[in-house]
């Protein structure tokens, strides 16, 4: 059952919200996403009691609603930025990148990337704060960057765009380019690209 749509024209794109009730296959919840070129940019996810009255169920999809667009307009404008960064990293790279994404580093959305997906922007921001708040109390400084090692052929790597609201989390296939490039070169440049145009 939809609930609310808008669609949203920001600089030349069209952006579509979407928030809807859904109660198939367990407990009910309301979802949010918003579409961009048929594509899912952002999912929020409200689970919800099965006695919510009407009324309350309106009140939660119209906050979840005004969310959204909140998110569109806060960081849309640096779309178009960052998705050339982005471009220019994969070259860069030689497409060793499997997966990326930019996300916000505060609520851990995802912004933009390549093959993106939501949850694991969570799983990152989640695991960067909490391993930042013990490398704060035990080390006094903070972290930026991990680079976890998944097998011989791919790892993990997730940092934040300097003191920027961005993160960034990829899935990388070492096997087509190095470590040492990546963290090295290809990374900072990102990096910088990306600082250097939106501050």
Not at 86 to 96: E, H, L, R
Not at 125 to 152: G, R
Not at 159 to 164: T, V
Request: charged share 20%; glycine share 4%; aromatic share 12%.
């Amino acid at each position: 059952m939809n609930l609310l749509n808008h669609n949203v024209k920001i600089f030349d794109s069209i952006y579509h919200i979407q928030t809807e009730y859904c109660s198939r296959h367990g407990d009910p919840f309301i979802q949010t996403q918003i579409f961009s070129n048929g594509s899912i940019l952002w999912h929020k996810k409200h689970d919800i009691s099965s006695t919510l009255k009407k009324d309350e169920i309106s009140d939660i999809s119209n906050r979840s609603h005004k969310m959204a667009l909140f998110f569109l307009k806060k960081f849309s404008p640096k779309f178009p930025i960052i998705q050339t960064a982005i471009s220019k990293f994969q070259k860069a790279t030689t497409n060793a990148i499997v997966a990326m994404d930019v996300f916000s580093k505060e609520e851990g959305i995802p912004i933009t990337g390549i093959n993106t997906n939501h949850n694991a922007c969570y799983l990152f921001n989640n695991l960067f704060n909490e391993l930042n708040e013990e490398i704060k109390n035990i080390f006094n400084t903070s972290l930026k960057q991990i680079n976890s090692v998944l097998d011989e052929n791919n790892s993990v790597i997730v940092g934040k765009i300097d003191d920027s609201l961005y993160m960034y989390g990829m899935l990388v296939d070492i096997s087509k380019t190095t470590t040492g490039f990546l963290l090295n070169i290809a990374i900072p440049n990102f990096v910088e690209d990306v600082y250097s145009k939106i501050f």
